[in-house]
């Protein structure tokens, strides 16, 4: 079982970025591919991205692309997401946790941390 624990979050102004991290300790976090998820007050759990074990196959949510990176660093078992250009839409807590690509569903063993919040304002 690996354990992932979401930080970085925090208020931005519209337009602004943020670079969130997912930390894993255990020793197989380098053999799963890790999503990234967000909820938002009254809304549901959506997929923002995702990234396979190597880091060499990236997914985002259609919302995303072009503002959102997603890079992982094995020898760190730290997965990160970098969030530029960010809009009100986005604010929403921050979830990481083990999936499946190319799709970004998670795994039947997944388990949500605590995530971390991002809010943007107008």
């Known amino acids: 079982q690996v354990r992932l624990v979401e930080s970085g979050g925090g208020l931005v102004q519209a337009g602004g970025s943020l670079r969130l991290s997912c930390a894993a300790s255990g020793s197989i976090f380098r053999i799963n591919a890790i999503g990234w998820f967000r909820q938002a007050p009254g809304k549901q759990r959506e997929g923002v991205s995702c990234?396979?074990?190597?880091?060499?196959?990236?997914y985002y949510a259609e919302s995303v692309k072009g503002r959102f990176t997603i890079s992982r660093d094995n020898g760190k078992s730290t997965v990160y997401l970098q969030m530029n250009s960010l809009k009100p839409e986005d604010t929403a807590i921050y979830h990481c946790t083990t999936v499946r690509v190319p799709h970004c569903i998670p795994t039947l063993d997944h388990s949500w941390g605590q995530g971390t919040q991002v809010t943007v304002s107008s």
């Open positions: 990234i396979s074990t190597d880091g060499g196959n990236t």
